[in-house]
């Protein structure tokens, strides 16, 4: 918070006419700070991803981490249920080694990514072709598949049923 006085205002009476100096009130401006991120944790204590805001926030070892057998990231089921629930809403892994950063909305990591369980706990795993280089990009793709969602077909129930028969 900072406190700034500014310089003596004239105080105007009428036409043309100044009244004597008046001092100003101090004008207090007062931005709120950010809220601190928050640590997210795996079972055993580690932390392994922050909330900052809306989006949950993972660094990680592209060679390591990324998964080769679909080209995919992967991020902790229970990580991910939890940032929801602190009102998360958006997805973003970087990746150390070359800087890039991959960004998806939880909406289309819930309607296009799977479960696994390769060793280390059950993961959401998203294949790379839906993750975005920009948070902007990542809600445009979100709002597409919102829009294709809405379409229904003939005999065939809406788009994006999950290939559902009826």
């Not at 800087?99 to 289309?108: D, P």
């Not at 809600?139 to 969602?149: H, I, N, S």
Request: proline share 7%.
């Amino acid at each position: 918070m900072s406190v700034k006085n500014f310089a003596p205002r004239p105080a105007y009476q009428g036409a043309g006419q100044q009244a004597a100096a008046v001092n100003a009130p101090a004008v207090v401006h007062s931005t709120p700070a950010p809220a601190p991120a928050q640590l997210l944790r795996l079972p055993d204590g580690r932390a392994v991803a922050t909330l900052a805001g809306d989006t949950l926030v993972a660094h990680r070892r592209g060679s390591l981490h990324r998964l080769r057998r679909p080209p995919a990231w992967a991020i902790d089921a229970g990580v991910l249920a939890e940032a929801e629930r602190g009102g998360a809403s958006l997805a973003c892994i970087v990746d150390t080694e070359g800087g890039r950063e991959y960004w998806a909305t939880l909406a289309v990591l819930r309607r296009f990514g799977f479960l696994l369980n390769r060793g280390h706990g059950e993961q959401v795993a998203l294949p790379l072709n839906h993750w975005r280089p920009t948070r902007a990009e990542a809600l445009r793709l979100a709002e597409q598949v919102a829009a294709e969602a809405q379409l229904v077909l003939p005999g065939f129930g809406a788009a994006g049923e999950g290939g559902r028969w009826r």
